[in-house]
């Protein structure tokens, strides 16, 4: 496979290399919410593509009883727990309940063509990655998940913090490119290109339906820790 310069130099460097995926796969669908997927919003953009992609992924999640995670970023009225991420981007302020693109019921920000499901744990944090001040790691671990599917938004931000963040809490990732979206194009690319060098397999949604087919959750033997599937997202 040939690579450009970039790739190259990091390649050298010792970053990039593969990580298999598992047996016990999850999905983490970071902030498709109606804020971010709504271009009239303030903080929105054109996300329909990658959200119809995503749910092609929960469709086919959910026939293979994969655990589904969503996560919004849901502030006070006042904006009182928003702290110092509030005054570096004030267009946050689109994310205080009870206003025009946040609802008070955290459950209703989530993109409507995602359907969540009753049975799908809404995580509501107040920072980039979803595993900041949340509880998802233990949920996670629960279930015996060793392999995060990651979707969502945006790229550059809590996207790329939460693939950090899934990598450093012992779980391999997966980022379909098609699944995750951001304002900016060039972002995009960039966050995109570190993901892959340093945290998780920037794959595409057919290669992560094609493992989802691979793997039966519930029903496969000896699920522990660390067993791997017989396909590699590519």
Not at 40 to 54: F, H, M, N, W, Y
């Amino acid at each position: 496979m040939s690579r450009t310069t970039d790739e190259e130099i990091s390649w050298q460097a010792g970053l990039g290399r593969t990580l298999e995926p598992g047996r016990r796969p999850a999905i983490v669908v970071v902030d498709f919410i109606r804020a971010f997927t709504d271009p009239r919003c303030p903080l929105g953009s054109d996300t329909i593509e990658q959200v119809k992609a995503t749910r092609s992924l929960l469709d086919a999640a959910r026939t293979k009883d994969v655990p589904v995670f969503f996560t919004t970023v849901h502030l006070e009225p006042g904006l009182r727990d928003a702290g110092l991420w509030l005054e570096k981007l004030p267009g946050l302020a689109c994310l205080e309940a009870g206003t025009e693109w946040t609802s008070s019921d955290p459950r209703a920000d989530v993109d409507p063509l995602l359907a969540m499901q009753d049975n799908e744990v809404l995580i509501v944090k107040k920072g980039a990655s979803a595993f900041f001040g949340t509880n998802l790691a233990s949920l996670l671990t629960a279930l015996s998940v060793d392999t995060v599917i990651l979707c969502g938004a945006s790229t550059s931000g809590c996207v790329r913090a939460t693939a950090i963040d899934v990598m450093h809490h012992g779980f391999r990732g997966l980022v379909p490119r098609d699944c995750v979206a951001d304002r900016v194009a060039a972002a995009h690319e960039a966050n995109l290109f570190d993901i892959q060098a340093t945290s998780a397999e920037v794959v595409s949604s057919a290669d992560v339906l094609q493992y989802l087919g691979a793997v039966a959750v519930r029903d496969l033997p000896d699920q522990g820790h660390g067993q791997h599937a017989d396909v590699r997202a590519t």
